[in-house]
């Protein structure tokens, strides 16, 4: 016990050293430059000097954590509210261009920084709150015992890591409410399980469609309720949509390396499409990751003269990693030697510490939010779909996530012709001619607009590129009946050399880019033919979807 403590501390500490080197190197570069202290010295005896007058609302667009009447409407609170803002402020504005640091550096001091003011809002006191304390005087304190609850069932619920219920636990549940849409299982591997989904029209289009999702996460976000599942819509419009369903790894998988998503996943996921069917044309379309699978995997069949997959579309794909966004702040290399470390250990990520990093990204949606509702409120968490979905979390394998840092993160080798090879096979984009439909997020935090737009421009063959309103989920799955959010599509001639300039050419529409996409889709096989059964083909139905591979949880509900 007393090993595994000292362990765990040690693990804790080196994970706070990039912050640490991050702020140093900021700070030293300061101390070298007197003149911008001074400066910033005097801006803040400015904004300090301005909180004496009251402003009312400081955030034009109005800040969730402070909705509450009582955060402009009472001085203390109004106070305490306004010099958080300015004092937030004015350091995110001293960090932001430091002269002399370098580029990951800045990024990282700018993206703990945010950290720290979020994690420093008042909101997130109980003492400094007002709706915290009005609950807890109108209910005698039973709503902090609540919360004290709450934060004692998820450390547990964690072992021992914070893990927030994001959505009320009791609401949703696999093959009942979520992952709904009719199919079977009809090809099963060590990696995957390959799902057929039951044609709900006459009349299908005569070339299939292979969806491969991200293994980072369970495939179901596709698939989610009824009304906003995009597999069932597709289904509704006549596809015939094949659907890879990963496995959740564990310590059996520490062998498996990233080609073997290639060699072991889509490839043996596309020759079963095709013996299902008997068709020699596919098209496939890839989210997330599983998008830079896709990628990869038509450079490879490129490189192989296999042409069955004649289109493809890209949801929020990263190619080009020389822009990751926030998520390059954990990239390194004594970051990623620490985390390879790490993971030999068990022979996987634990999905909670995946998770854990990807609400970092946002925190003060995806972790003080919770923290207020569930802690100090004492409430439960809303019903989510989404966040359901993403409080269900994967494994990954030791060494296919280290070689994805590593080797596409770190050292961007994707898009460098012949810089990566997958089972003796060099991969070049440039050498991929397929249509593509390439899709983005204008909000995404995990795969910028900026860096997808950037990786559609490495293919040889046409490429619509689209972008949607809002974030790396919610700008996804976001059907044409929820008349939500914007997303643009590309004017006449070619794309242009950068993201903002095809975006000042770019055509807006309202709505969901699905109907969009379904114009590209259709228009690629015009042809029809009657429906498809699952297990009508050359294979057999193994299990009703969702199938078991989607099963196991990681987090018990």
Same mark, same amino acid.
């Given at each position: 016990?007393?090993?595994?403590?000292?362990?765990?501390?040690?693990?804790?500490?080196?994970?706070?050293?990039?912050?640490?080197?991050?702020?140093?190197?900021?700070?030293?570069?300061?101390?070298?430059?007197?003149?911008?202290?001074?400066?910033?010295?005097?801006?803040?005896?400015?904004?300090?000097?301005?909180?004496?007058?009251?402003?009312?609302?400081?955030?034009?667009?109005?800040?969730?954590?402070?909705?509450?009447?009582?955060?402009?409407?009472?001085?203390?609170?109004?106070?305490?509210?306004?010099?958080?803002?300015?004092?937030?402020?004015?350091?995110?504005?001293?960090?932001?261009?430091?002269?002399?640091?370098?580029?990951?550096?800045?990024?990282?001091?700018?993206?703990?920084?945010?950290?720290?003011?979020?994690?420093?809002?008042?909101?997130?006191?109980?003492?400094?709150?007002?709706?915290?304390?009005?609950?807890?005087?109108?209910?005698?304190?039973?709503?902090?015992?609540?919360?004290?609850?709450?934060?004692?069932?998820?450390?547990?619920?964690?072992?021992?890591?914070?893990?927030?219920?994001?959505?009320?636990?009791?609401?949703?549940?696999?093959?009942?409410?979520?992952?709904?849409?009719?199919?079977?299982?009809?090809?099963?591997?060590?990696?995957?399980?390959?799902?057929?989904?039951?044609?709900?029209?006459?009349?299908?289009?005569?070339?299939?469609?292979?969806?491969?999702?991200?293994?980072?996460?369970?495939?179901?976000?596709?698939?989610?309720?009824?009304?906003?599942?995009?597999?069932?819509?597709?289904?509704?419009?006549?596809?015939?949509?094949?659907?890879?369903?990963?496995?959740?790894?564990?310590?059996?998988?520490?062998?498996?390396?990233?080609?073997?998503?290639?060699?072991?996943?889509?490839?043996?996921?596309?020759?079963?499409?095709?013996?299902?069917?008997?068709?020699?044309?596919?098209?496939?379309?890839?989210?997330?990751?599983?998008?830079?699978?896709?990628?990869?995997?038509?450079?490879?069949?490129?490189?192989?003269?296999?042409?069955?997959?004649?289109?493809?579309?890209?949801?929020?794909?990263?190619?080009?990693? %020389?822009? =990751?966004?926030? &998520?390059? /702040?954990?990239?390194? !290399?004594?970051? +990623?030697?620490? #985390?390879?470390? $790490?993971? *030999?250990?068990?022979?996987?990520?634990?999905?909670?510490?995946?998770?854990?990093?990807?609400?970092?990204?946002?925190?003060?949606?995806?972790?003080?939010?919770?923290?207020?509702?569930?802690?100090?409120?004492?409430?439960?968490?809303?019903?989510?779909?989404?966040?359901?979905?993403? %409080?269900? =979390?994967?494994? &990954?394998? /030791?060494?296919?996530? !280290?070689?994805? +840092?590593?080797? #596409?993160?770190? $050292?961007? *080798?994707?898009?460098?012709?012949?810089?990566?090879?997958?089972?003796?096979?060099?991969?070049?984009?440039?050498?991929?001619?397929?249509?593509?439909?390439?899709?983005?997020?204008?909000?995404?935090?995990?795969?910028?607009?900026?860096?997808?737009?950037?990786?559609?421009?490495?293919?040889?063959? =046409?490429?619509?590129?689209?972008?949607?309103?809002?974030?790396?989920?919610?700008?996804?799955?976001?059907?044409?009946?929820?008349?939500?959010?914007?997303?643009?599509?590309?004017?006449?001639?070619?794309?242009?050399?950068?993201?903002?300039?095809?975006?000042?050419?770019?055509?807006?529409?309202?709505?969901?880019?699905?109907?969009?996409?379904?114009?590209?889709?259709?228009?690629?096989?015009?042809?029809?033919?009657?429906?498809?059964?699952?297990?009508?083909?050359?294979?057999?139905?193994?299990?009703?979807?969702?199938?078991?591979?989607?099963?196991?949880?990681?987090?018990?509900?």
């Amino acid at each position: 016990m007393v090993g595994s403590t000292c362990t765990e501390e040690r693990t804790m500490d080196a994970s706070l050293e990039p912050m640490r080197r991050a702020f140093l190197e900021v700070l030293l570069r300061l101390a070298m430059d007197p003149q911008r202290m001074l400066a910033a010295g005097a801006g803040l005896w400015e904004r300090s000097a301005r909180l004496g007058v009251p402003r009312g609302p400081s955030r034009p667009d109005g800040d969730r954590r402070f909705r509450d009447p009582a955060w402009q409407e009472q001085p203390f609170f109004d106070f305490m509210r306004r010099a958080y803002l300015s004092g937030a402020d004015w350091l995110h504005d001293l960090v932001a261009e430091v002269p002399g640091v370098d580029p990951h550096t800045a990024h990282q001091a700018r993206f703990y920084t945010r950290q720290l003011t979020e994690a420093l809002a008042p909101s997130n006191f109980p003492a400094l709150n007002p709706e915290v304390l009005r609950a807890a005087r109108q209910s005698g304190g039973r709503s902090l015992l609540a919360g004290m609850e709450a934060l004692l069932t998820d450390l547990a619920r964690g072992q021992g890591r914070l893990a927030p219920r994001m959505s009320e636990p009791r609401t949703f549940r696999l093959g009942e409410n979520l992952a709904t849409t009719p199919g079977d299982v009809i090809h099963e591997e060590r990696l995957f399980q390959l799902l057929q989904y039951r044609p709900t029209t006459p009349t299908v289009h005569r070339r299939p469609l292979l969806v491969v999702p991200p293994w980072i996460n369970k495939f179901y976000i596709l698939d989610l309720r009824p009304e906003n599942s995009f597999v069932r819509w597709a289904v509704e419009r006549g596809h015939t949509v094949f659907l890879v369903s990963w496995v959740n790894p564990d310590e059996s998988h520490a062998d498996v390396e990233l080609e073997d998503y290639l060699l072991h996943g889509l490839l043996p996921a596309l020759d079963a499409v095709t013996r299902a069917t008997g068709e020699q044309e596919v098209s496939a379309l890839g989210y997330c990751i599983g998008g830079t699978l896709l990628a990869a995997g038509l450079a490879w069949l490129s490189a192989q003269g296999d042409t069955r997959v004649s289109s493809a579309t890209l949801l929020t794909t990263q190619v080009d990693f %020389s822009e =990751p966004g926030d &998520l390059g /702040a954990f990239i390194d !290399a004594p970051q +990623l030697e620490r #985390l390879e470390a $790490h993971m *030999r250990q068990r022979g996987y990520l634990d999905g909670l510490e995946m998770m854990t990093t990807f609400n970092l990204l946002r925190a003060k949606d995806l972790v003080w939010s919770f923290v207020v509702n569930n802690y100090l409120l004492g409430r439960e968490p809303a019903p989510s779909d989404f966040l359901a979905w993403s %409080s269900d =979390p994967t494994r &990954l394998p /030791a060494r296919a996530h !280290a070689t994805y +840092l590593r080797e #596409l993160y770190l $050292h961007n *080798r994707l898009v460098q012709p012949g810089a990566l090879s997958f089972g003796g096979v060099p991969l070049d984009l440039g050498q991929v001619r397929v249509p593509l439909y390439v899709q983005a997020c204008r909000e995404d935090h995990i795969a910028p607009f900026r860096s997808v737009y950037r990786g559609a421009r490495h293919y040889a063959g =046409p490429v619509r590129f689209v972008l949607a309103g809002s974030g790396h989920v919610a700008g996804v799955i976001n059907p044409p009946a929820a008349n939500k959010y914007r997303h643009w599509v590309p004017g006449s001639g070619p794309l242009a050399p950068d993201a903002d300039a095809w975006l000042t050419g770019a055509e807006e529409r309202p709505g969901s880019w699905w109907t969009d996409w379904e114009a590209w889709q259709s228009a690629r096989s015009t042809e029809r033919v009657p429906a498809r059964i699952p297990g009508d083909g050359a294979l057999r139905c193994v299990e009703p979807a969702p199938g078991r591979y989607v099963l196991p949880r990681l987090l018990p509900e």
